[in-house]
């Protein structure tokens, strides 16, 4: 087996000779290092890596090495078994074991644990103990050590005795963002219970040690017409039955913010069996965010239960410093946290500055909740609620579609009719009432089509092509034009009709968007696809997925008049962000920071409730609450296979039926949020404050800011490398982005008191 690969192009006979001889030699020299120490910088230097002196030197490095062995080794003082390393994560059971049987009558060493930054070999972490023997027996070595932090480590074990190194043992390892336990502050610790509260940024693991730092009282600030979100952790010691949990009203310099802007959820947990991708891990990952249940909430011992409660402040709000108290009891405990707030002297624009478009699916609303048709309206406006308070647009807003039929005239001529009625009145309602920044504008016989197959349109019978068709599609959609301009409502529409074409599908794209510009110019022709040069000028909107990105082009076209947006779905993995359940909080909101700097302006997700596959579960239903995996669906997949897309691919919501495969009940309700909803709102919010400092900035220097203080808030604009490096280096740190947003509103309070 050692002739393996000799006959490859530079490969020389002396080079398979002294491979050989290594490969024989290893387990020799191996076996004398069991015996004797030569010290670690040469055991390595010789033996253990990839271009040793003994990998380059063949026979005559086996040779040196035995005389290094001989000359300079010394026996070990022990004999090591049982090695194990811990469980490598904060909050485990994190203790190197062994067992030394001395072979000396008075042993005496000490064992040390460093954990290193793999690639800069900086020490993050040191643990040391002193270990005696008499000879009579075997010495059980147990050193524990703490791990906070998430990252790429290296793990070295070290037994030494005098300065002498007798052992050395390592492992690379890796935390991830759900076990770290390096954020967050202990606000009262007993006996039977400690609490702890963390910023919204986290997903807090059911394990993670309390944290070493105090604090006395939660503090956060807002903006106003903003939600703030953070988390309240309860830790007990004993089970706790029907824990309740309240805030007052928070008091300040004007109306008091109501407690009925108060919002309480429960922060749940699903069981991640699959990771999406190398970066996820199977485990217990927070997600869904249902309501607190009125009656009590059961708590085992030993674990975090966080609660996930958002401050609402309105926009007529007096800024200054709010107070509150967020109160808890069970049984016999009770606690008051102080609740701080600061809102800030400006207001977040109604009507959001990144455009969106996330799918809906009606249909699977009324199926997992069981809503009968007259109940149906109440639900989606319900739906509709929750997407306008996150400041995201739907596909479609509707249930009423704009009636379309044809006739034929006395020429023979197809003559569309058009009934606006009640699609109008939901756009009213949705478009001018809720702020809604854009909508997915459905033509009939446009044709369809993905990367997988595709369809040619056709109107009343006609085919697209024939003279029929063209007259008649062309009356048709500019008659939608026509009526969406004189709404002042054709700004938010864009025409969608194609998804993720090839280069084979773009001769047949090219068609039918000229056909769309030449029927109504002003009608915007969205495509997910990065701008490549066949589709110039057939496209408005270009909406790449986030790896397909490329600044330079998307900034040419954007300098032309079109606009740049992009999407996340299945793709792309680790290291970009992605919206899986089994990755860190932050993902989804650095995303917002990304569009931000680069000037893209919005973001498509395809779907927010794919709560099930019809291709992996056929004939019923898949759960949600049980199963994070989206799986596949479609593109010619058999029926009953189950492919994976990723743990939450197209479902940010979850359905308010918990039991949806048991439960029968009618839920006249919105949806359950989750943690990567609350983000994506986080992220949008945090543009908002660029987007107000970037006015206020320019409003100053116009009523004759100093350049000192320019330069100040222009700094304040730049999202640095420290921030977002490019689409796959990018902060990890919550703090930083908290830091940020609260430089900046301070900036523009003084921006306004100037």
């Not at 990105?549 to 079109?562: A, H, N, S, T, V």
């Not at 049980?626 to 009953?640: H, I, K, N, R, V």
């Not at 640095?720 to 902060?731: K, N, Q």
């Amino acid at each position: 087996m050692f002739l393996l690969g000799t006959n490859r192009p530079g490969y020389h006979r002396s080079q398979a000779k002294r491979r050989r001889i290594s490969c024989l030699s290893r387990p020799i020299l191996r076996g004398l290092l069991g015996r004797v120490s030569v010290g670690r910088v040469a055991r390595e230097i010789l033996f253990e890596r990839e271009k040793s002196f003994v990998m380059k030197r063949g026979f005559w490095g086996v040779l040196l090495a035995v005389w290094t062995v001989w000359a300079w080794g010394e026996p070990k003082p022990f004999a090591m078994s049982g090695f194990d390393f811990g469980e490598l994560r904060p909050g485990g059971d994190n203790v190197v074991r062994c067992r030394l049987v001395p072979r000396e009558k008075k042993l005496k060493v000490c064992c040390t644990v460093l954990v290193l930054h793999p690639k800069t070999g900086k020490v993050v972490g040191r643990a040391k103990k002193r270990f005696s023997g008499d000879g009579e027996g075997p010495v059980d070595v147990s050193v524990p050590y703490s791990l906070e932090a998430p990252g790429e480590f290296k793990m070295v074990f070290l037994v030494q005795k005098g300065k002498k190194i007798f052992y050395h043992e390592s492992r690379y390892f890796r935390v991830n963002g759900l076990d770290r336990a390096d954020y967050g502050a202990c606000l009262s610790s007993s006996q039977s219970v400690s609490l702890w509260w963390c910023d919204a940024t986290r997903k807090v693991g059911l394990e993670r040690p309390l944290p070493q730092k105090k604090s006395d009282a939660v503090r956060v600030s807002a903006a106003k017409g903003e939600y703030q979100p953070f988390q309240l952790v309860v830790h007990p010691n004993v089970d706790l039955k029907n824990l309740q949990v309240s805030v007052s009203d928070l008091l300040g310099p004007g109306d008091p913010i109501p407690s009925e802007d108060v919002s309480i959820s429960r922060v749940a947990y699903l069981e991640v069996k699959e990771p999406s991708d190398p970066t996820g891990s199977r485990g217990w990952w927070p997600d869904p965010l249902p309501e607190v249940n009125p009656l009590g909430e059961a708590l085992c011992k030993g674990k975090n239960h966080p609660f996930w409660i958002t401050v609402w402040v309105a926009s007529n709000r007096k800024a200054g410093e709010y107070k509150g108290e967020v109160r808890m009891s069970a049984g016999g405990w009770f606690q008051i946290v102080p609740l701080r707030l600061r809102v800030w002297d400006f207001a977040l624009p109604t009507k959001p500055s990144i455009r969106s478009a996330f799918g809906v699916s009606p249909g699977t609303i009324w199926n997992y909740q069981h809503v009968q048709p007259e109940k149906r309206r109440a639900v989606w406006d319900l739906y509709m609620k929750n997407f306008k308070e996150h400041r995201i647009s739907p596909y479609q807003f509707w249930l009423d579609d704009i009636q379309v039929s044809f006739s034929e005239g006395p020429n023979g001529e197809i003559c569309p009719e058009l009934d606006f009625e009640a699609w109008d009145r939901e756009a009213e309602k949705y478009l001018d009432g809720q702020g809604f920044a854009g909508y997915r504008l459905p033509i009939q016989g446009t044709g369809s089509g993905t990367f997988h197959s595709r369809s040619v349109g056709s109107l009343a019978g006609h085919m697209a092509g024939s003279a029929q068709y063209e007259k008649a599609f062309r009356r048709y959609v500019r008659g939608l034009s026509d009526h969406l301009e004189k709404k002042g409502w054709l700004d938010e529409a864009y025409v969608y009709w194609f998804d993720e074409p090839t280069p084979r599908d773009y001769d047949f794209l090219k068609e039918v968007m000229k056909r769309l510009k030449n029927a109504a110019p002003k009608l915007k022709r969205m495509l997910t696809e990065e701008p490549v040069e066949p589709l110039f000028g057939a496209v408005d909107i270009w909406c790449p997925i986030l790896n397909a990105y490329d600044p330079q082009i998307c900034r040419d076209r954007q300098k032309l008049g079109e606009e740049i947006w992009w999407y996340v779905c299945t793709g792309p993995k680790a290291p970009y962000p992605g919206l899986f359940i089994d990755r860190d909080a932050i993902e989804m909101r650095i995303w917002l920071w990304m569009t931000q700097k680069f000037g893209v302006e919005g973001i498509l997700v395809w779907q927010t409730m794919y709560w099930t596959s019809g291709t992996a579960f056929p004939g019923t239903l898949q759960d949600p609450w049980e199963d994070p995996m989206g799986y596949q669906t479609g593109y010619g997949l058999a029926s009953g296979k189950k492919l994976h897309w990723g743990n939450g691919d197209g479902r940010f919501l979850y359905p308010a039926n918990r039991h949806p495969l048991e439960d029968q009940t009618e839920y006249v309700a919105g949806p359950v949020n989750s943690i990567r909803w609350e983000m994506l709102r986080e992220g949008l919010e945090d543009v908002e404050y660029f987007r107000i400092l970037e006015k206020e900035l320019d409003a100053a220097r116009k009523r004759g800011l100093p350049e000192r203080k320019g330069r100040k808030g222009e700094a304040l604009l730049l999202i640095g490398d420290d921030f977002v490096e490019d689409l796959t280096h990018f902060t990890r740190e919550p703090d930083q982005l908290y830091e940020r947003r609260e430089r900046i509103a301070r900036f523009i309070e003084h921006l306004k008191e100037m």
